[in-house]
């Protein structure tokens, strides 16, 4: 089936650095999201991508759709505590249901004051 | 406050046993989702109802089932559960006319634990 493949696992950075991270598949998604999980929560959404190529906003978070439409980054700019978490992207196919959003395993984000 | 509710926050039981998890979506949403965490599969769909209907199947196993309720909240059912059923399982809604999306709200989650 659909693999997504999100890296890195897990990151410890210093609160002001700036934070990338990004996802792979070996199939073309026509949807990308980054939803982001704190402890004892369930995730929350973050930016959705519905275009190859989009870039968009949101506060410190930018993420962009790749033009291949198989990979898609999460870049956080100026890391401040509250960053901390999971941040899970997920892919949705074409003509797809809700069901067939598939999520990567997660990036692991730690940031030290 | 994502506005979607599930019920309990945690539970605790034995293997063989039964367990029902709730969870009541967001006021308006139509769709509901279930999801399973774990630690090494990440977040597996398991089954979407739209409006009482069931809509799409993901990697449910058969001693799982689930219904949509006329007052739309939903009902996790898992049976003979074995310890590799302990997990996070969430609930999450989308609005109508987002459905297709992939924006999704998701509850707190149950914990899972088979002993």
């Known amino acids: 089936g659909q693999q997504l493949n999100q890296s890195p696992q897990s990151m410890f950075i210093q609160e002001g650095e700036d934070v990338s991270m990004n996802c792979t598949s070996s199939s073309i998604f026509n949807t990308w999201l980054w939803y982001k999980q704190d402890p004892g929560e369930g995730p929350v959404l973050l930016i959705a991508?519905?275009?190859?190529?989009e870039l968009t906003s949101n506060g410190r978070l930018t993420a962009q759709f790749g033009i291949t439409r198989k990979d898609s980054f999460l870049n956080i700019s100026a890391s401040i505590p509250s960053d901390v978490g999971i941040y899970f992207c997920a892919g949705m196919s074409y003509g797809g249901s809700q069901g067939n959003l598939i999520f990567g395993k997660g990036t692991k984000l730690s940031v030290k004051p | 406050d994502s506005g979607v509710t599930q019920t309990p926050k945690h539970l605790i039981t034995a293997t063989g046993q039964r367990v029902t998890l709730r969870c009541s979506p967001r006021?308006?949403?139509?769709?509901v989702y279930w999801y399973q965490q774990s630690l090494d599969q990440g977040l597996q769909f398991l089954i979407q109802?739209?409006?009482?209907?069931?809509?799409a199947k993901g990697n449910i196993l058969e001693r799982f089932s689930a219904q949509q309720f006329p007052d739309l909240h939903s009902e996790l059912n898992l049976s003979s559960l074995e310890l590799g059923d302990s997990a996070l399982y969430f609930c999450?809604?989308?609005?109508?006319?987002?459905?297709?999306?992939?924006?999704?709200?998701f509850g707190e989650g149950s914990r899972l634990t088979v002993l």
């Open positions: 991508l519905y275009k190859a190529g």
């Open positions: 109802y739209y409006n009482g209907e069931e809509r």
């Open positions: 006021s308006g949403d139509l769709s």
């Open positions: 999450a809604s989308s609005v109508a006319y987002r459905v297709g999306t992939g924006e999704l709200f």
